[in-house]
C-alpha cells in the first residue's frame, strides 16, 4: 500500500504552489536571498512517526519559532513567578516589532513580540549566566525539542546584526524599565543568534509534536521541560502566536502555533500532532503566506480546530441494570471509554437512580480506559456515598485504571476482576478479591 499521509501532503503543496503572493523578509538582507519557491510541509505524530512531502530537510532559520520555545526554557529554569513579572501574556495585537510596553509596569505584553522575546532570552538558563553561556543553554534547549543537535547561520547571523537598529531601540528601552538588567546589546546579540538557529520543516514539526507530548520528545522521550509548562506555552501560542493575525488565526485554523520571518510556520495540536511548513514569502503581518493557507487546509481536512466539539462522545453510561435477584440482586453500572467531568456526571446521574432495595452495586470499569482526576473522585465520592446509605459497593477493574481507588471517610469498596466476582461474591471469596 501506498502510505495515505504523504500523498495528502503532496497534493495540498501542489494546490497552494501557485500562490506566488508576498514579499521575503526585506530587512534581514541574507533572507531576502532565499529562494522563493521553497516548499514543504511535515506532520509529526505524538507517537514518533514523522511524514513530509516538498522541501522537508531544507534548512533555514528559526527565527521567531524560536520565542515559544525559549519561553519554555525560561519557565522551567526559573519557575513562574520571575518571568511573568517581566513579559505579560496579553495579545498585544500588534506587529512583532512593535516598540511598546505595559504604560503601568513597562513589562512588553507578551513573550511572542520581540519585546517579549529579548527579555525572555535574558531568563534562560541559570542568573548571572554569561552571555555565551546563555546562548549555549538556548542551544541546547532547542536541540532537546528537536531531538538533535542544532547550530547557527553565522551568516543569517551577522546580516541580522547590522541592522539590528530597532531590536536594540527595543532592548534600550527595556532595560531603562529595569525589565533588562544588563547590557541590552550582548542580549539582543544572544537573541538574534537564537533566531538564527538553522532547523528543517522535519526538526520543526517534530518540536511542536514535543509541546503536543506534554513536554516530551516523541524522538528521544526526554521530558524537555514540565508539562505545567508546556500547557502555559500552548496558550499563549494559540493567543499571541500570529501576532496582529492572532483573532483570525484562533478562528479559522484554531491550532497553537508561531510563525517566523524566514518563512516556517508551526502548530502544535495537544495530545495529537506538530505541524511545521516552510515557504519564504510573506504577508503583511510577518507571516508565511502559502504556510497559513496550508494550515487553513490541513485544519478544516482534518478537522483540528481546537474549539472544535468532538463528535458526541459515545455515552460513558453503557448499560444500567440489574443481575440476579431478591437479597442477592447486583445493580450493575457498565462504563465505558474516557471518563471526565462530563461523563461522571451522568454517573451520578444513575446512581441516584438506584433503590435502596438493591443492596449491592458494581461500577463496571471493564470497557473504560482512561479516568481523569476529578473523574476519580466524583465516582470514589459515588462509592462513599452508597456505602454510607447502606450499599456495598464493588468496582470491577481488571486492569487497574482507577488509581488509589480509596473512597475514604466511611467509604468502601471491593475491587473484583470480573462482573461475576460481584454477582457471586462467595465465588469472590475464594478468587481473593483485592479490596481497596
Ligand atoms: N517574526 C520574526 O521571525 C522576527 C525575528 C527576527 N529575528 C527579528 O527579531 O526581527
Known amino acids: 500500500m501506498r502510505p495515505i499521509i504523504p500523498d495528502y501532503l503532496a497534493e495540498v503543496l501542489r494546490d497552494v504552489e501557485r500562490d506566488t503572493s508576498g514579499e521575503r523578509a526585506g530587512y534581514i538582507p541574507e533572507l531576502a536571498t532565499a529562494d522563493p519557491e521553497r516548499l514543504g510541509a511535515a506532520f509529526a505524530m505524538t507517537g514518533g512517526e514523522v511524514y513530509g512531502a516538498g522541501d522537508v530537510d531544507t534548512e533555514f532559520t528559526i527565527q521567531s519559532i524560536s520565542k515559544p520555545f525559549?519561553?519554555?526554557?525560561?519557565?522551567?529554569?526559573?519557575?513562574?513567578?520571575?518571568?511573568?513579572?517581566?513579559?505579560?501574556?496579553?495579545?498585544?495585537?500588534?506587529?512583532?516589532?512593535?516598540?511598546?510596553?505595559e504604560s503601568d509596569t513597562g513589562r512588553p505584553r507578551n513573550p511572542m513580540i520581540n519585546a517579549g522575546a529579548i527579555t525572555v532570552h535574558s531568563l534562560a538558563g541559570a542568573d548571572g549566566l554569561s552571555p555565551t553561556a546563555r546562548v549555549e543553554r538556548v542551544l541546547e534547549g532547542l536541540s532537546a525539542f528537536a531531538g538533535r543537535p542544532l547550530r547557527v547561520d553565522e551568516a543569517v547571523c551577522a546580516s541580522e546584526m547590522e541592522h539590528a537598529h530597532r531590536n536594540l531601540a527595543i532592548a534600550h528601552m527595556l532595560r531603562s524599565h529595569n525589565i533588562l538588567t544588563e547590557d541590552p546589546r550582548a542580549v539582543v546579540d544572544g537573541y538574534i543568534r537564537q533566531c538564527s538557529v538553522l532547523v528543517t520543516v522535519r526538526d520543526l514539526a517534530m518540536m511542536a509534536a514535543t509541546l503536543a507530548n506534554r513536554g516530551r520528545s516523541p524522538l528521544s522521550g526526554r521530558q524537555v521541560v514540565p508539562e505545567l509548562v508546556v500547557r502555559h506555552v500552548l496558550?499563549?501560542?494559540?493567543?499571541?502566536?500570529?501576532y496582529d493575525a492572532a483573532g483570525d488565526w484562533a478562528t479559522q485554523v484554531g491550532i497553537p502555533a508561531k510563525s517566523g520571518v524566514a518563512g516556517g510556520l508551526i502548530g502544535a495540536l495537544p495530545g495529537q500532532i506538530g505541524i511545521a511548513t516552510f515557504s519564504p514569502r510573506l504577508d503583511v503581518h510577518g507571516n508565511s503566506v502559502r504556510g497559513v493557507s496550508l494550515f487553513e487546509r490541513f485544519s478544516s481536512d482534518m478537522g483540528l480546530h481546537l474549539m472544535e466539539i468532538p463528535a458526541a462522545a459515545r455515552a460513558v453510561v453503557?448499560?444500567?441494570?440489574?443481575?440476579?435477584?431478591?437479597?442477592?440482586?447486583?445493580?450493575?453500572?457498565?462504563?465505558?471509554?474516557?471518563?471526565?467531568?462530563?461523563?461522571?456526571?451522568?454517573?451520578?446521574?444513575?446512581?441516584?437512580?438506584?433503590?435502596?432495595?438493591?443492596?449491592?452495586?458494581?461500577?463496571?470499569?471493564?470497557?473504560?480506559?482512561?479516568?481523569?482526576?476529578?473523574?476519580?473522585?466524583?465516582?470514589?465520592?459515588i462509592a462513599r456515598r452508597l456505602t454510607l446509605d447502606g450499599h456495598t459497593v464493588y468496582l470491577v477493574d481488571p486492569e487497574s485504571v482507577m488509581p488509589d481507588p480509596d473512597p475514604g471517610d466511611g467509604g468502601r469498596v471491593t475491587i473484583v476482576d470480573h462482573v461475576d466476582d460481584a454477582a457471586h461474591p462467595h465465588a469472590t471469596a475464594k478468587k481473593g478479591g483485592r479490596s481497596g
Open 318 to 381: 453503557r448499560s444500567n441494570h440489574a443481575v440476579g435477584s431478591g437479597t442477592n440482586m447486583l445493580r450493575v453500572l457498565q462504563l465505558q471509554g474516557g471518563v471526565g467531568f462530563a461523563g461522571a456526571e451522568r454517573v451520578v446521574q444513575e446512581a441516584m437512580t438506584i433503590a435502596p432495595a438493591e443492596v449491592r452495586v458494581a461500577l463496571d470499569l471493564t470497557r473504560v480506559n482512561s479516568i481523569d482526576d476529578v473523574a476519580r473522585r466524583m465516582l470514589l465520592e
Open 70 to 101: 525559549v519561553y519554555a526554557l525560561a519557565l522551567s529554569d526559573h519557575g513562574f513567578d520571575p518571568v511573568l513579572a517581566r513579559v505579560g501574556v496579553e495579545p498585544s495585537g500588534e506587529a512583532f516589532n512593535e516598540i511598546s510596553l
Open 235 to 242: 496558550s499563549v501560542m494559540f493567543s499571541c502566536g500570529m
